[in-house]
C-alpha cells in the first residue's frame, strides 16, 4: 500500500496533505509519529480512570493531530468525543460508548499505516 491507496482507504484524497507538507517523504515522516505517539494512550487511560480532564485534552490533541494529517475519520469522531467532554465536569454518559468508536477508527488507521510504512 502506498500513501495514495492509504488516504483512499479511508475516503481522503491525498492530494490535500501532500500539497500541505511538501513532499511525500515529509508527510511520510509526520504519519510514522503517530506509530509511537502516546495521545490514543493517554487518552484510553484518563477514560479508565474516569478522569474528565485529562480525556478531554488527550482527544483534544488527537483532533488536531488528525486534523493536521487529514485524517478525517479520525478528526470526525474525536471531535464528537472532545465536544462531549468540553464543559462536563465529570466523564458524561455516552462517552465510553463513543470512546469505543473512537478506538476502533484509530485501530484501523494504525493497522494501514503500518503497512505503509513499515
Known amino acids: ?13 491525498s492530494s490535500n496533505p501532500l500539497r500541505r507538507f511538501g513532499s ?5 515522516k509526520y ?3 503517530m506509530l509511537s505517539d502516546q495521545t490514543f494512550a493517554s487518552l484510553s487511560e484518563a477514560m479508565e480512570l474516569n478522569n474528565q ?5 488527550a482527544a483534544h490533541t488527537l483532533k488536531g493531530i488528525a486534523l493536521n494529517l487529514d485524517l478525517s475519520p ?3 469522531i474525536s471531535s ?3 465536544e462531549l467532554l468540553r464543559d462536563a465536569d465529570q466523564i458524561p454518559e455516552g462517552a465510553s460508548a463513543l470512546f ?9 488507521i ?5 503497512q505503509v510504512l513499515l
Not at 511525500?24 to 511520510?28: D, F, G, K, T
Not at 480532564?53 to 485534552?57: D, T
Open 31 to 33: 504519519l510514522g509519529k
Open 110 to 114: 494504525i493497522i494501514k499505516l503500518r
Open 24 to 28: 511525500e517523504q515529509l508527510l511520510r
Open 1 to 13: 500500500m502506498n500513501i495514495q491507496e492509504f488516504y483512499a482507504s479511508i475516503g481522503e484524497d
Open 53 to 57: 480532564e485529562l480525556a478531554f485534552r
Open 74 to 76: 479520525l478528526t470526525r
Open 100 to 108: 469505543g468508536e473512537l478506538a476502533a477508527v484509530y485501530d484501523s
Open 80 to 82: 464528537q468525543l472532545t
